[in-house]
């Protein structure tokens, strides 16, 4: 699996306004979990949530290379 190398500040503010849309898990190449984050509207919530915890705790996502 690739290495995607993603700025920290930009991935944390979309996922915050565009997180439930699954705009997160689509920049990080998850695109089947972006596709199921998209049509549960973020998990009703919850996921989108979880997400934007996990983002700004800078949490290693498999393939995600966080930079400044």
Not at 38 to 55: A, M, N, S
Request: glycine share 12%; net charge negative; hydrophobic share 55%.
């Amino acid at each position: 699996m690739e290495t995607r190398r993603l700025n920290w500040t930009v991935t944390l503010v979309l996922s915050i306004f565009f997180g439930s849309l699954g705009v997160d898990r689509f920049m990080m190449g998850q695109i089947v979990l972006g596709i199921l984050k998209l049509i549960t509207f973020g998990g009703f919530g919850i996921w989108w949530l979880i997400d934007v915890v996990l983002i700004a705790s800078r949490y290693e996502f498999e393939g995600v290379e966080w930079v400044d």
